[in-house]
């Protein structure tokens, strides 16, 4: 009943029945959603997992290899002259430091990206219209893992109820 007939089946022409998740299959994915994009990719927790994440180092050796690169490319020009002025070791330690300032400053500055990214990912949209797309089957591997823990429970209720529902059917045809 939940995720069978995938397709509507017609019953002497008359009643129409699907799966429930099938039939509801576009506020299902429009809840879905609003769940994922309110409790699991958030942009918070995205900024968090690129900043501190396990691969968080690669996007700090990024930033730091780009600002040389930038003060390199600005001092073009002028740095034999600053190599000279100031020495190659101290014009090396402060491209390091400017990367490192850079780099030290990078949650401060990105905070001020999240309601930019927030409307640039659009997860919930994303999420609700590529479920959309999804045919009967892919929906229904999609969300099924959500029920495999507890589907014997439904099933055992199932049980229960129509062991109840029959048994007083048979007792008031009896009596």
């Given at each position: 009943m939940?995720?069978?007939p995938r397709?509507?089946c017609?019953?002497?022409?008359?009643?129409?029945?699907q799966?429930v998740?099938?039939?509801?299959r576009?506020q299902?994915a429009a809840?879905y959603?609003d769940?994922?994009?309110r409790e699991i990719?958030?942009v918070p927790n995205?900024?968090?997992a690129?900043l501190?994440?396990?691969?968080?180092?690669r996007l700090?050796?990024?930033?730091?290899?780009?600002?040389q690169?930038?003060?390199?490319a600005?001092?073009?020009?002028v740095?034999?002259?600053?190599?000279?002025?100031?020495g190659?070791?101290?014009?090396?330690e402060?491209?390091q430091?400017?990367?490192?300032k850079?780099?030290?400053r990078?949650?401060?500055?990105?905070?001020?990206?999240?309601?930019?990214?927030?409307n640039?990912?659009?997860v919930?949209n994303?999420?609700?219209?590529r479920?959309?797309?999804?045919?009967?089957?892919?929906?229904e591997q999609l969300?099924r893992?959500?029920f495999?823990?507890?589907?014997w429970?439904l099933?055992a209720?199932?049980?229960?109820i129509?062991?109840?529902?029959g048994?007083?059917?048979?007792?008031l045809?009896?009596?």
């Open positions: 939940i995720f069978l397709e509507p017609r019953f002497f022409g008359l009643y129409t029945w799966g998740f099938q039939k509801r576009d299902v809840d959603g769940m994922i994009a990719i958030t995205l900024l968090e690129v501190r994440g396990p691969k968080s180092d700090f050796t990024l930033i730091t290899r780009e600002v690169k930038t003060i390199d600005q001092a073009s020009v740095k034999p002259f600053v190599a000279i002025a100031v190659t070791k101290r014009f090396q402060m491209k430091a400017a990367a490192g850079a780099a030290e990078v949650p401060e500055t990105i905070r001020h990206a999240e309601h930019y990214a927030i640039a990912l659009d919930r994303t999420i609700v219209d479920m959309r797309r999804l045919n009967a089957l892919q929906f969300l893992p959500a495999r823990q507890d589907e429970k099933i209720v199932g049980a229960v129509g062991g109840l529902v048994e007083l059917q048979a007792l045809l009896l009596h």
